[in-house]
């Protein structure tokens, strides 16, 4: 009887086993481990021989936890399975869905929340046998992470009947929606790939595609190629070409990768791509008249560019050497000079020790702004030299040391041995350290200055290695301190300068009034690009610092009680405190409420510049001048007025039938970066003149009517 009985459950389980393996699939029951589910799902209800079996890794996580991509990113561990197959069966790769990035103490992962499902394709072999079943078991392993992170693994199995054909499984949504969330194969736009300094750039133009969207975000499907903790910079170049840059992983350095891979997304789709990487880099350049090679710079300038390094540091040394008569840097200089003949009967040593402190200050201050400017550019901010006064917080703290500065030269307050001059008891003392600050204030309020012969030796400088663009600037800022220094090192000329006198202290308060000149131009310059807003908030907060150094200079005198000093000092610094903070904040949304007007002169002969409309206009047979300029840059302003916006030039592009365009980079301007990075430079100003023919012209920084003339005659000949 017994016996009967185990023989009836052994058929009824055979039976219901048998049913089971007919209908379909058999698999073990989703595991849990902590946050995550997972169960190992088939798409198809057999597999059949000669074909692919998809099967899938099905996650569900808890509200907030995270499994990671093929990169994860700056932390974690991709999903990994070991698998054990049939003999004759293969595993594909993981088809990886497009991921989220999700920010985890500072570090950036690139993740799926909530649900994810990976899908494997399985190759099935022709020669499986109809009827059979097989066992498909996968390994699992994942990193799940929240606050914290723990690790899971699970083993899981499902049987499938082997079948002529199969039906779809009761899974076959998770599958459909596994499918929609992958990306698509190839980007509807033209994409090109390169290196340059440090960052990978990608080029894209949209052609006939779609609009190119600017949430556009690269995921790299290979860790060590790009960092995700830095952002990636999205710009238009022009109406139809777009540059996305990624700074590159240290990693890249030494041995920069041949192609990069991933998965470009925006909110509107993703897309796979792979790209080989280029091995120079060009900017995006137009594909109509203006394409084609730059000119050399030509004259003087262009001699010196074309002698290599030995020739880029002349250039930089004699730009240095000119920014010494720049108004903002003349005064500076002139208070050294004046050291120099207070203490015209210092030793040589004494006389070498300053100069050199005053070097040391020139060229460590440029160094540092040269090391401040690669470095952002080297993590995507495609900026320049003077990129400074794009800065609103610049341009008020520039104005009110300037404004205080020349309140001191007039007398208003005394600052004793600080970075107006070395005194008397500095040079007693033997100390250089009045020499360098008044160095480093030198090169603070020189380097904005865009002299002549800056422009293009900066331009290769930020373009170049870091070591190269390092010595340019260092050169530079020998060329500022140069004069000084030559002084320092033959004292002996001092005594052909004038007796110092009463006169000394005239000049002195008369340098004053050059720095609030530079005061009226920094103001003309945050009204350019805030409006009255910028300027009015720029005002006030000179009303309050002429407050504080009047407050200063009546009560902190050494005559007055140690008490009373303290108070002034206090009441001083809190007001130019509080006026700083206040003129930059108002400043700055100024600068972001202020729509500027179009760069067109009064008589309506100077038009905005863009690259569609140089286009345009050659495509009709008509020469075009364009003036790269900004209201910062003052020999821009001088070339306006002698040379590009005088009589005699408009009355010659009339003549000739040239269309004058202006590019105005007052404020940052991506497509403006362009075009001075495609012809070499870093900063304006610029002037390019371009023949219907296609020759470009690209004339010197300094300009005058008759070079411009000549310029225009010979082109259009």
């Avoid at 020669?127 to 899971?152: H, N, R, Y």
């Avoid at 990768?257 to 880099?281: C, F």
């Avoid at 908030?537 to 002429?546: D, K, R």
């Amino acid at each position: 009887m017994h016996l009967h009985f185990m023989k009836k459950r052994f058929l009824f389980l055979f039976l219901f086993t048998t049913l089971l393996v007919s209908a379909g699939l058999l698999r073990a029951a989703p595991q849990t481990v902590g946050a995550v589910t997972v169960d190992l799902i088939a798409e198809q209800a057999a597999a059949v021989p000669g074909q692919t079996l998809t099967v899938a890794l099905d996650f569900e996580l808890e509200t907030h936890w995270h499994l990671y991509w093929e990169n994860p990113g700056a932390s974690g561990l991709p999903v990994e399975i070991e698998w054990e197959l049939p003999e004759g069966f293969v595993a594909g790769e993981i088809e990886w869905p497009a991921p989220e990035r999700i920010e985890l103490g500072g570090l950036m992962s690139y993740a799926y929340e909530d649900t994810v499902t990976l899908m494997v394709p399985i190759s099935v072999p022709a020669t499986a046998v109809v009827g059979e079943s097989v066992t498909i078991t996968g390994d699992a392993f994942w990193l799940a992470c929240k606050e914290q992170c723990m690790p899971g693994d699970a083993k899981l199995s499902l049987e499938l009947p082997v079948a002529a054909t199969a039906s779809p499984s009761e899974f076959a949504g998770k599958f459909e929606a596994a499918r929609a969330a992958l990306p698509i194969e190839g980007a509807p736009w033209g994409i090109a790939a390169t290196l340059n300094d440090g960052a990978l750039l990608l080029t894209i133009e949209q052609g006939s595609g779609p609009s190119i969207p600017e949430d556009l975000y690269l995921y790299v499907d290979v860790e060590g190629i790009v960092d995700p903790n830095e952002p990636q910079v999205f710009e238009f170049v022009s109406a139809n070409t777009a540059r996305l840059q990624a700074v590159l992983d240290v990693a890249q350095k030494d041995t920069p990768t041949a192609t990069v891979s991933g998965v470009l997304q925006s909110a509107s789709g993703n897309w796979a791509v792979n790209l080989p990487i280029g091995e120079t880099v060009a900017a995006p350049m137009a594909q109509g008249p203006i394409a084609g090679a730059v000119p050399a710079a030509t004259g003087f300038e262009g001699m010196l560019l074309n002698l290599g390094l030995p020739g880029w540091l002349l250039l930089a040394f004699l730009g240095g050497f000119i920014l010494n008569v720049m108004p903002c840097v003349l005064p500076v200089l002139s208070l050294k000079v004046f050291s120099l003949l207070k203490h015209s009967g210092q030793s040589k040593a004494q006389a070498l020790m300053h100069g050199g402190a005053y070097t040391a200050g020139v060229v460590v201050s440029f160094l540092a702004l040269a090391g401040v400017l690669l470095a952002l550019r080297s993590v995507g901010e495609r900026i320049g030299w003077g990129f400074q006064l794009q800065s609103p917080n610049f341009v008020v703290v520039l104005t009110v040391v300037f404004f205080l500065f020349a309140l001191n030269l007039m007398g208003v307050f005394e600052i004793g041995t600080s970075l107006v001059g070395a005194d008397t008891k500095v040079s007693k003392r033997n100390d250089a350290l009045g020499s360098f600050g008044m160095g480093v204030l030198a090169a603070v309020v020189g380097a904005p200055c865009m002299g002549p012969l800056v422009a293009s030796v900066s331009g290769i400088a930020v373009q170049a290695n870091a070591a190269t663009g390092l010595l340019i600037f260092g050169v530079m800022g020998l060329g500022l301190a140069s004069p000084f220094l030559f002084l320092s090192v033959f004292p002996k000329l001092v005594a052909y300068l004038p007796k110092p006198g009463v006169w000394m202290e005239s000049v002195k308060q008369f340098m004053g009034f050059l720095l609030m000149a530079a005061v009226v131009f920094l103001a003309l310059v945050a009204g350019r690009l805030g409006g009255v807003d910028a300027v009015i908030a720029l005002l006030i907060a000179l009303l309050l610092a002429g407050l504080a150094a009047w407050v200063y200079g009546r009560w902190a005198v050494p005559v007055k009680a140690k008490r009373t000093q303290w108070i002034a000092r206090l009441i001083s610094l809190a007001l130019l405190v509080g006026a700083t903070y206040y003129a930059i904040n108002e400043t700055k949304a100024a600068y972001l409420n202020f729509e500027s007007g179009s760069s067109v002169s009064e008589n309506g002969q100077w038009q905005p510049w863009s690259t569609e409309r140089v286009e345009a206009e050659l495509a009709e047979g008509k020469p075009v001048f364009i003036d790269f300029t900004a209201s910062w840059c003052l020999i821009c302003q001088v070339n306006k007025k002698v040379a590009t916006h005088s009589e005699a030039t408009e009355a010659l592009f009339d003549e000739y039938g040239v269309v004058a365009l202006e590019a105005d980079w007052t404020r940052y301007d991506p497509a403006i970066t362009t075009e001075l990075e495609r012809f070499g430079r870093s900063g304006v100003p610029l002037y390019v003149l371009y023949a219907p023919d296609g020759e470009v012209t690209v004339l010197p920084q300094s300009l005058t009517n008759g070079i411009v003339r000549e310029a225009v005659e010979k082109a259009l000949k």
